[in-house]
């Protein structure tokens, strides 16, 4: 993989922004999980 240039992610999917949360000192550190699914394009100079 040492010749990619870039790398752009298509296709991506999923991954809403939570409800709620990170409205309060007490919601500092949590962690949420969603799930997300991509395609990558590695691109490699000519």
Do not use: E
């Not at 993989?1 to 550190?29: E, F, H, W």
């Amino acid at each position: 993989m040492s010749g990619i240039k870039s790398v752009q992610r298509i296709n991506t999917y999923g991954a809403q922004p939570p409800s709620t949360g990170c409205s309060a000192q007490a919601d500092l550190g949590k962690r949420s999980s969603r799930g997300y699914t991509w395609d990558d394009v590695f691109w490699v100079a000519k």
